[in-house]
């Protein structure tokens, strides 16, 4: 079946390095791509979306790049800080419906 | 700043139980929606709500499942008969519009930890 899936289940990376986050696609009739953070005990929270048509997108200190020749997308976060630790997931809105659907999430841990 | 209220934050409860679990989306948002989360999972589409009519629902939400609207400001999901499969985190969401739910503009609540024992 069609899914959103991430290849790396946890990154533990070092105070000020940067960080990438990845996420595989499977399904072409995505336009649009989300990133969430989810903190601890908390819900999800909206990062960044890029749509279809687009490869790169930037945000504050977050980069989005979407390879849609190998089903790829990423998450750049720069100079990673101890409060970006959390789990990130990566959702997409396939044509004709307006309800994300979420991939399986990756815990980005960051050490001081 | 508004925000997505969820009550209660954990409910525990025995197997066959009928359980309510609400939620209060932000004022001027008109779209509404139930995600869960299993432990260690991904966050999964229950329903989506508008205009007080479900719009989509996913295959996991069954006859077991409700949700309403009883008033201008509290939004329910309902599970007539909990089985133990349906311990999960609960998350409402609501957003403003269509739109802004496409592009993942979702405002989510922190959630209800469901147990059934």
């Known amino acids: 079946g069609e899914s959103v899936g991430l290849h790396l289940p946890t990154l533990s990376v070092q105070e000020g390095d940067n960080s990438i986050i990845n996420c595989a696609y499977s399904?072409?009739?995505?336009?649009?791509f989300i990133w969430y953070k989810q903190e601890s005990g908390k819900g999800p929270q909206f990062i960044i979306d890029i749509r279809s048509n687009m490869d790169k997108r930037q945000g504050q200190r977050v980069t989005v790049l979407l390879n849609k020749t190998v089903k790829h997308l990423s998450l750049q976060i720069a100079a990673t800080q101890p409060g970006d630790s959390a789990v990130y997931f990566c959702?997409?809105?396939?044509?004709?419906?307006?309800?994300?659907?979420f991939g399986r999430g990756t815990s980005l841990i960051v050490h001081p | 700043e508004p925000e997505v209220t969820q009550t209660p934050s954990h409910q525990v409860t025995q197997m066959g139980q009928e359980v309510i679990l609400r939620c209060v989306p932000i004022s001027n948002h008109l779209y509404f929606y139930w995600y869960r989360q299993i432990l260690g999972q991904k966050v999964e589409f229950l329903v989506s709500f508008y205009n007080n009519e479900i719009s989509e629902k996913s295959e996991i939400f069954d006859d077991q499942f409700s949700v309403e609207r009883p008033d201008g400001s509290n939004f329910t999901l309902k599970i007539r008969s909990t089985k133990l499969e349906d311990s999960a985190m609960y998350f409402c969401?609501?957003?403003?519009?269509?739109?802004?739910?496409?592009?993942?503009?979702?405002?989510f609540g922190e959630g209800s930890r469901l147990t059934v024992l």
């Open positions: 399904n072409s009739a995505s336009d649009y």
């Open positions: 969401a609501s957003s403003e519009d269509m739109v802004a739910a496409k592009t993942g503009e979702l405002f």
């Open positions: 959702a997409e809105s396939a044509g004709g419906s307006y309800i994300p659907t």
